[in-house]
């Protein structure tokens, strides 16, 4: 198995922006000399992720999670450190040597670097059946401009692609050229045959659109249906769409189509617009309204709101208005709520979707769609209450408790602005909507119960929780930290310290010892390269610490405080285990049981001899001279 090479893996960590590979993942915004945003690996509401440019390393108080560039694409890809520098290098042009050759494909059927490496080949052959110049393929150019009314310029902007009906093995024969038949299996491009092989091409006879994931990288594809193209006998004909299924790199309800290219435009337009399709997507990209995302054939999860949080947490929702769009609506509707994000919904004439609707239009940006956006809580009382205030009482109950059920997630800030709009929307007292919401919520026995009307309180905002130091801190801990902010002091302190100085308890005690044999022993080269010497967990509480904002004004006085702690509660231990030898030796005399009067002697002057080793406990010597060179 080749190695990176350890200069290759330096200089893609000092020439790759650790903010540039995680901002494609998370929203940051400067705070200081440092960068902030919502976790990346767990569901938070309030910014717990920091990045550290100038130490090239993240830190996630939300997961725990700290460490480099390297360990972050691992967390998030699932990558080996092998295949995150490949990624890296490839991803930054920047050169990849190897101390080993003779390189050997993966055969792992889970190596998702060959698993996108298919993808990407089989995007290749879609796009030059789509470019040949026979018959089929200008059928569907012409099917693509005429019918769908797209330029050939998007169609090549976004690599779309035509599965022949039938490819006479071609794409299975290029790729058993480079991959194995695991690999190409579990690729999903094919049906798997009777005994578990790739055999007949799951698309055939159908428009091919990428799907890509947040990084731009092909991960699956969808087949739209074409008349009279796609087979009769195919096993799907039936289907106007169908995707590829999941794969180890591909899983439908996490990933959002075209979210790679809005989140780049988020910032300039501040919302996320949610539509049906991919064509959907296409066509607002098409028209200048580039934030547009669509999810993959099923309604919106959680997960993938929870991927648009942490760019935005403004959404506009651009769905069908047939009854199973409004009914996707509301549902969107409850979820956004959970993640408290600001839901507005474009209201279509009836009949139409958000394609056809902007193909006859001329509108190329948010605000022009503004004057159809309604709120998430009047699109919810016209979905329910079509008749308005005129319904009947019963019909009004219905749908109250139809809000309050999809008002019990949220926070109650957001809970008591819906609850006021809901009085105004439906023209019934607010105090009286407030009691029914409160008896709903103590039957439900679900939701935090909401302050009163007339005494509500804004919760006190979080302190951010870098600035914040823990409470207590341990010996062990402040030289950790003295040696990630002066590395300097590593070296003598490791030539004055001894393990039996630290305590056991301490979860630190094994890693500080740990650091101090790599500089006693000279194998200490930098921060850069932790990977070569400790473990994993080791790493990250070394990250961890790297990333807080300890301050020393005085390093060597603080470090002289701490081996004089160190020292001072070693020697007092060691006073008291003679101490007690000394009470067992005189209850044995007390009690006329033999024992040893020179022991007793011995014990004494032991002990004497540790006080007066307290008054010259151990110090860092001036930093020119050495101890160990003395």
Not at 154 to 168: H, K, M, T, V, W
Not at 317 to 340: H, I, N, T
Not at 376 to 381: G, Q, R
Request: one cysteine or more; charged letters at 25%.
């Amino acid at each position: 198995m080749s190695i990176i090479s350890r200069e290759s893996i330096e200089n893609i960590r000092q020439n790759v922006d650790i903010c540039d590979v995680v901002s494609v993942y998370v929203q940051l915004k400067r705070i200081g000399s440092r960068w902030r945003g919502l976790s990346p690996f767990n569901h938070e509401k309030t910014p717990s992720f920091f990045v550290l440019p100038e130490k090239k390393i993240f830190k996630c108080f939300s997961s725990g999670h700290a460490g480099d560039v390297f360990h972050f694409l691992q967390l998030k890809e699932n990558f080996s450190f092998t295949e995150a520098a490949e990624w890296l290098s490839h991803r930054y042009n920047l050169p990849l040597h190897y101390e080993q050759s003779g390189r050997s494909v993966p055969t792992s059927s889970n190596n998702s670097k060959a698993l996108l490496d298919i993808q990407k080949a089989a995007e290749t052959f879609y796009v030059d059946c789509w470019k040949s110049s026979d018959d089929l393929a200008e059928r569907v150019r012409t099917y693509w401009v005429k019918d769908r009314v797209f330029s050939l310029q998007l169609a090549e902007q976004y690599s779309i692609g035509f599965a022949p009906p039938d490819d006479s093995g071609t794409l299975l024969h290029r790729l058993q050229k480079s991959f194995t038949r695991e690999q190409i299996t579990n690729a999903g491009l094919f049906y798997p045959s009777r005994n578990g092989t790739a055999s007949l091409p799951r698309f055939r006879g159908r428009l091919m659109i990428p799907i890509r994931d947040i990084q731009g990288r092909t991960i699956g594809f969808s087949g739209r249906q074409l008349d009279g193209i796609t087979p009769q006998q195919d096993p799907a004909h039936e289907s106007k769409y169908i995707n590829s299924p999941q794969t180890p790199i591909f899983n439908k309800g996490d990933i959002l189509f075209g979210l790679d290219q809005a989140r780049q435009h988020i910032q300039g337009h501040k919302t996320f617009l949610l539509v049906e399709g991919q064509l959907d997507t296409l066509r607002c990209h098409s028209l200048g309204l580039l934030t547009a995302i669509a999810p993959q054939g099923t309604g919106i999860t959680e997960a993938q709101l929870h991927h648009l949080r942490r760019y935005s947490p403004s959404l506009w929702c651009f769905l069908d208005s047939d009854e199973a769009g409004q009914k996707a609506a509301m549902r969107v509707f409850k979820m956004a709520l959970k993640e408290e994000m600001e839901v507005r919904f474009i209201l279509l004439p009836e009949g139409q979707d958000p394609d056809s609707f902007l193909r006859d239009k001329a509108y190329t940006s948010l605000k022009d769609l503004e004057s159809l956006a309604c709120s998430a809580m009047t699109f919810a009382i016209r979905h329910l209450l079509p008749q308005g205030t005129a319904s009947g009482i019963h019909e009004k109950e219905r749908v109250l408790r139809t809000i309050f059920d999809t008002l019990s997630t949220g926070s109650s800030i957001i809970r008591e602005t819906y609850l006021q709009e809901v009085s105004q929307l439906m023209g019934i007292d607010y105090r009286s909507i407030f009691s029914d919401f409160e008896r709903f919520s103590s039957q439900a026995g679900a939701i935090t119960p909401m302050a009163s009307p007339a005494n509500h309180e804004v919760p006190n905002p979080r302190f951010d929780i870098v600035s914040q130091k823990p409470k207590v801190h341990s010996v062990t801990y402040d030289l950790l930290s003295l040696i990630a902010h002066h590395e300097d002091l590593g070296a003598p302190l490791s030539h004055i310290i001894e393990k039996t100085w630290l305590e056991a308890q301490d979860p630190d005690h094994e890693l500080l010892w740990h650091l101090l044999e790599k500089f006693r022993e000279g194998s200490w080269k930098n921060w850069d390269h932790l990977d070569e010497n400790f473990t994993t967990q080791e790493c990250e509480r070394l990250y961890t610490i790297l990333a807080m904002n300890d301050v020393f004004e005085d390093p060597i006085g603080i470090a002289n405080m701490c081996l004089r702690k160190l020292y001072k509660d070693y020697i007092q231990k060691a006073i008291e285990e003679i101490t007690t030898r000394e009470s067992h030796s005189f209850s044995k005399k007390e009690a006329n049981i033999p024992y040893d009067e020179e022991d007793i002697k011995k014990l004494h002057l032991e002990k004497i001899h540790l006080r007066h080793l307290l008054k010259n406990p151990p110090q860092l010597p001036p930093q020119d001279t050495p101890q160990w060179q003395r």
